[in-house]
């Protein structure tokens, strides 16, 4: 799919893009860049990451992936019906828009008429939403996303207007076969007149008329306090199409994440300033990105005969707290290094001791009989755990499990 509009609109309000066979990656000049759209599935490839992470000094980066790639898949929120009307909508949504369009003018709008009358309906949205963004509240980059706007062949502004006076608008951009929709603001005085439920029920229906489009995307699902957003769209019609979302850090980044220490710190420190599903929320995507989860079958199967590797190969892997992926590497494992052992199973989910919570993993496996003795322990300790073992640890040498 060619992008290219996407990307000029992008560079023109102040975005930093990148380009790779994948796609284009979206972002701050540092910090984490989004592969764009976020409905786009194509996997980039190790050495595509690899190089960005290279030539630009980036933090971490997110691209979406097919659900299967993760044991907790998001959400997109997408309309694909082409006899989209009030009968998609549920009993609320049909009552708000109806209420909508017989108090609202829905109609087109040039960028200049939206960067005179969109200012006020940014800071409203903005402050109802509990959020900052400067690019809707200062003047010189709300004039910038204007004037892309103008610039740019693919992108359209919509309002909603109650009288003269505009009650919500809608920027969007057409993607090919599909509309993809960007921005959108209110204005507080004017919410019981239902503007946003009419603005998006209109554009929606009017861009599904026209040729060649295929469907309305309206953004991922969202998290914590953005929860209303996704109850606003189900009642517009939206339906939830699962997707994943991967998250991979700088190498250096996930190193740093792993160790114990940052953890518990954020862990403090996230009660002061965070909801508890807001941090919950944070500790996934941080497991995730430290450790990304790859699509595709376990390198081991259960009853599968193996060998450990050596003690040499071991250490090869290893960071200097001698871990690899935040999976330690006991000094009593080493007595196992080059023996043949057996796949018991892999682990998926685990109890950290540290904190008492869950946690996903992809890549370590238990094996058979093979325990913990306590040896390390100058008291001893009788409790006789499998070891934790990471795939690079371990070597195939029969392709067919045993029974």
Known sequence: MDYAGYAQFCRLIGYKVMETPSGIWIGPSCGFFNRMPLYETTPPSRKEMDSLFKRHPIVGLNYAAPPAATANPSH???IRDRNYG???LDKKGRWSVKKGLEHCRVRPMDFDELQRLGMPLNQESLARQGRSDPMFTNDAQWRRLCQ???QVEEVEAWGAFVGEEL???LILIRLGPVVSLLYSSSRNSLLNCHPCPALFFSVVQTMMQRPGVEAVYNGPEWYGSGAGLDRFKQRLGFVAEPIAFIPRLRPLASRILHR????????????CVLSCECRNRI???LD???CPVQPGLPAFEAGETIRVRSREEIEKTLSPERERHGCLFMDEMGSYCGT????????LRYLDENDYKVRQCQGIYLLKDVRCRGSQLPEGCDCCCLFFWREEWLEKISATPAN
């Open 288 to 290: 995730r990105a430290c």
């Open 283 to 285: 500790e996934e995507v």
């Open 260 to 271: 114990r220490e940052i953890r518990r710190a954020i862990a403090t420190i996230g009660p």
């Open 340 to 347: 043949v052992q057996r796949i018991f199973k892999p682990v």
């Open 148 to 150: 892309a706007g103008e």
């Open 86 to 88: 009030l009968d998609s």
């Open 167 to 169: 009650g919500a608008y």
């Open 76 to 78: 997109n929120y997408f």
